[in-house]
Structures are given as structure tokens and as C-alpha cells.
């Protein structure tokens, strides 16, 4: 064989096999292998808590009892529309209406505590009479509450949970999914007072007639406490145990490890006690911060020229002078090892009641078909105002360089002038900030109210009578204060 012919051959074989090995090398890799996580309770979940995706679930949509997780919501919605400093008044249906046996802080008809201290009662020790209590204050009765929980919970995406009380214990109506919890830990998580409560390992309530000293209350999740060495982990930030005979032992977890923060729901432990729970929470844990990666849409998306076109290719209402950005809360989560680019991206310009101020449209990211996060698009508009001196070339302005008509301007003049120009444009800058903070207040307001009369509709329950319970506890509070 011709010695030039066998070198192009052997040069276009090299050529076929680099592109060939190339492809291989820089495939984007499957979806981490999970063979080696089995769970011993029934249903369990992990997903991420920036971009909400599911890293792994088994049983994730079947109907569960939650049990005392169920304080949870009962939290995000006191949080959401209540005062910590507000007074909570225990009615006797709210001490005596639990079951025999079941979890208290030793609280009695008629005492009074801050919704703060019911919260810490409710979250640490867990005690059912406090989460009646705080169902009271807000909606006038535990199951108007319930209702309000249930509307709430639809309102944050779950498709199969009912509640009908505020503590978790047992109704056969009262049910949920470890992939419907997850979404409502994801949202308590994301208020700074929910954090607060969860972090703390110990607190003090206020003294009661059962407990003239007080009562000292403490941590029960395992995995916070040092002293269970053998399921404490210090990248536990928070977390809520629960049981009951029909619910058996329940748990949810938040973790942070190197900027990511992912949550774990645990349904159903499969044995009398419940440690199995926190060696299963264990497993997804492990899984999900070594199998997984984050990445912010806002560093990796560079071609804001592309995305622009893009847009108004789908018939959005921008003008050559607007500028597009992307928001910085935006994640996504893949396999380690997958660059950003592995995933495949769409726009959606219909947007969520709950969709930050200023967005435009959403970008959906997926892997493999899976949902694996998304990102705001925002914009705003930059408008260029350029004025002419007035009476430019009037003999009144016409200067020789000296100063005004001849006349001339002492250096400190000048550099007073200058101060008082900084500082013009500083108080102009500040007023400015002012006023598009009250903006987006107002907005956030808006929301706010608009989301409530959503779910004062979806629970049945007129605006008019929302407002006359309201009126009722205000000025039961303020007879309370002596106001």
C-alpha cells in the first residue's frame, strides 16, 4: 500500500476515533445510580431546597398519616399571619380537646402566652394544646384553621394532603405525602422565624400554674443532640419528629453541607421505635450531597443578547432600552459531573400569583425529562434623559472664563458648590431607593392580600367574616392589655 495513502487512512481512523471517544468522554452522565439506597420506612424523600428538585423518593405520592410533622403548617401559617409578639389565650376546648396521653407543656384553661412561646411549646415539645391555642388565635376555631391548612397546602402545589387539626393527631381525613411535606417544609423553611425555632436545642416558657419556675424545653430530633453520637450530624439545621399508633414514627430533616441545603421527609417508620427514621433520613442525606450539584442560572446563563431575542421572539413587550436579568435565587440540581449546558432549557412567560416583582417569564430546566429547577426572568426599563442648559447663548450666560459677566469665582466657592451638589445627588439617590422599596413593599402587600383572599375562598370563608374574626381578636386583645 501506497505509504501516503496509509498515513491519510490511519490520520482519518485517529480522527473517527477521537470524535467517537470525544462524544463518550463528554456525554452528559445518567441520573446518579440510587440501587444503593433502600429505605426501611414505607415513603420517603429527598429534595433540594433552592431548586425544589426530587432527588429521590420512594413512595413519595402515596397517602400517609403525618402525625406531630403536621406542626409544621400549623408554624408557616402562624408565622405568616401573626405578630410573635401577639397574646394567646388557651380556651378549654384547646387544653382539653387531644387525645389522652398525647404530648402538652402542662398549659391550663385560661393562661396566656405569647404566640413566640407557643410556637417553641408547639415545635420542640411538641405540645398539642399550644397548637390548638395558636389555631384559635388565627382562624376562631380548629377546624376553620384546618380548613385554612388544607387551602394553603393546595396553594403550595400539594396534590393529596387534607388536614383536620392543627397538631397531627389521628382523623382519618387528616393525611398527606412525603412529596407534599416536602414542599411545605421547603416553604416554612424560607422564613427567617421558622429557622429561628428550629435551631434552638433548648428554651424556656414562661412560668404556668403547673410550673411556677417555668418549664425548660429541649430539641427532640436526634440528629441536633451531640449526645446521640450515633445519629447526631452538625449539618443538621432543623428538623420535627412525629408519632402516633396509625401514623407510626414520622420526620422531617433540613441539612446544609458546602452552600446547599436539602430536606428529607420520612413516612411511616417500619419499626416500634424510631430510630430507623434517622438512619433512613441518613441514607437520602449522603445520596443527595454526594450524587449532586448545584448551579445558579444567573453566572451560567451569559448570552442575555440571545435571551432577549429569544423573548421577544415569544411576543414579550420589551423596547430597545430594556434590560433583562436574570433572578440570583434561581437553581438547579444535577448529577456531579454534568455541566450546566447537560441541561435542557424552555422559557414559560405565564407566570405564578407568587412570582417575584419586576418577572416577565420563567426558565424551566430539565435532566433526562426530570424537572431539576428553574429561574426568574426580570427586566427594567432604562431611560436615558439628556436636557440642554437653558438660555444657552444668552448674553446673561456668556462667561470669558473668569466667571459670571466678567467677574471671578474663588476656589472655595467651587468646591462648595461641588458639596452641595454630592450631596443633592446623594439625597436624590436615597429618596429613590425609598420610594422603590415602598413599591415593592406595597407589591409584596398586594400579594400577600391577594394569596389570603385565595384562601380564605378555597376554605369557604367569606372576607367579610375573615375581617369580623380578625376585628374580634384584636379587640379582645387590646380589652386583654387594658386599651
Known amino acids: ?146 380548613d385554612l391548612m388544607t387551602a394553603r397546602a393546595k396553594e403550595l402545589g400539594c396534590e393529596n394532603t387534607s388536614f383536620k387539626n392543627p397538631s397531627g393527631l389521628n382523623d382519618p381525613e387528616h393525611y398527606t405525602t412525603a412529596s407534599d411535606f416536602a414542599l411545605i417544609v421547603q416553604a416554612a423553611w424560607k422564613l427567617e422565624g421558622f429557622r429561628e425555632i428550629e435551631s434552638q436545642l433548648t428554651y424556656k416558657l414562661p412560668p404556668t400554674r403547673n410550673d411556677p419556675e417555668g418549664l ?8 441536633m443532640l451531640e449526645s446521640w453520637g450515633q445519629y447526631y450530624d452538625p449539618e443538621v439545621k432543623g428538623g420535627k ?26 413516612l411511616k417508620g417500619s419499626k416500634p421505635d424510631h430510630y430507623t427514621t434517622y438512619t433512613d433520613t441518613r441514607k437520602l442525606l449522603d445520596y443527595g450531597f454526594d450524587g449532586f450539584i448545584n448551579y445558579n442560572p444567573a453566572q451560567e446563563e451569559t448570552d442575555l443578547a440571545g435571551l432577549f431575542q429569544e423573548l421577544k421572539g415569544l411576543g414579550a413587550d420589551l423596547g430597545e432600552e430594556s434590560k433583562i436579568t436574570i433572578d440570583t435565587e434561581g437553581c438547579i440540581t444535577v448529577p456531579a459531573g454534568a455541566a450546566f449546558s447537560d441541561a ?56 470669558d472664563g473668569t466667571g459670571w459677566k466678567g467677574f471671578p469665582i474663588p476656589g472655595m466657592w467651587i468646591f462648595i458648590g461641588a458639596g452641595v451638589f454630592a450631596f443633592a445627588a446623594l439625597a436624590a439617590g436615597l429618596i429613590y431607593m425609598w420610594n422603590q422599596q415602598l413599591k415593592k413593599e406595597k407589591q409584596r402587600r398586594e400579594e400577600r392580600i391577594q394569596a389570603r383572599r385565595r384562601r380564605m375562598k378555597e376554605a369557604g370563608i367569606s372576607m367579610e367574616e375573615f375581617e369580623r374574626l380578625l376585628k374580634e381578636r384584636q379587640d379582645k386583645q387590646n380589652k386583654e392589655k387594658g386599651l
Not at 46 to 69: H, L, R
Not at 348 to 353: G, K, V
Not at 388 to 395: A, K, L, R, W, Y
Request: glycine share 8%; charged share 20%; with cysteine.
Open 216 to 223: 425548660t424545653i429541649r430539641q427532640e430530633h436526634k440528629m
Open 241 to 266: 419528629t412525629g408519632y402516633t399508633i396509625l401514623a407510626g414514627n414520622t420526620l422531617t430533616t433540613v441539612a446544609e453541607r458546602d452552600g446547599r441545603t436539602l430536606i428529607v421527609v420520612i
Open 1 to 146: 500500500m501506497n505509504r501516503k495513502i496509509f498515513i491519510s487512512r490511519m490520520l482519518i481512523l485517529s480522527f473517527i476515533i477521537s470524535v467517537i471517544g470525544g462524544n463518550t468522554v463528554f456525554a452528559a452522565p445518567a441520573w446518579t445510580d440510587d440501587s444503593g439506597v433502600s429505605l426501611e420506612s414505607e415513603a420517603g424523600i429527598v429534595i433540594d431546597a433552592q431548586s425544589g428538585t426530587v432527588i429521590y423518593g420512594k413512595n413519595s405520592k402515596e397517602q400517609y398519616f403525618p402525625a406531630s410533622i403536621t406542626k409544621v403548617m400549623t408554624a408557616l401559617l402562624v408565622l405568616e399571619n401573626c405578630s410573635m409578639d401577639d397574646i394567646v389565650t388557651f380556651s378549654h376546648d384547646a387544653v382539653y380537646n387531644v387525645e389522652s396521653g398525647s404530648t402538652n407543656a402542662g398549659i391550663d384553661e385560661g393562661e396566656q402566652m405569647t404566640v413566640k412561646d407557643c410556637l417553641y411549646a408547639m415545635m420542640l415539645k411538641s405540645a398539642n394544646e399550644a397548637a390548638n391555642a395558636l389555631a384559635e388565635h388565627v382562624s376562631g376555631s380548629r377546624e376553620a384553621f384546618a
Open 344 to 399: 435542557a432549557r424552555s422559557i414559560s412567560t405565564e407566570l405564578a400569583a407568587d412570582a417575584p416583582f419586576g418577572a416577565i417569564a420563567r426558565l424551566d430546566y430539565t435532566y433526562e425529562g426530570r424537572p431539576v429547577g428553574s429561574a426568574y426572568i426580570k427586566t427594567e426599563q432604562n431611560v436615558s434623559i439628556v436636557t440642554e442648559p437653558e438660555n444657552q447663548g444668552s448674553e446673561d450666560s456668556e462667561t
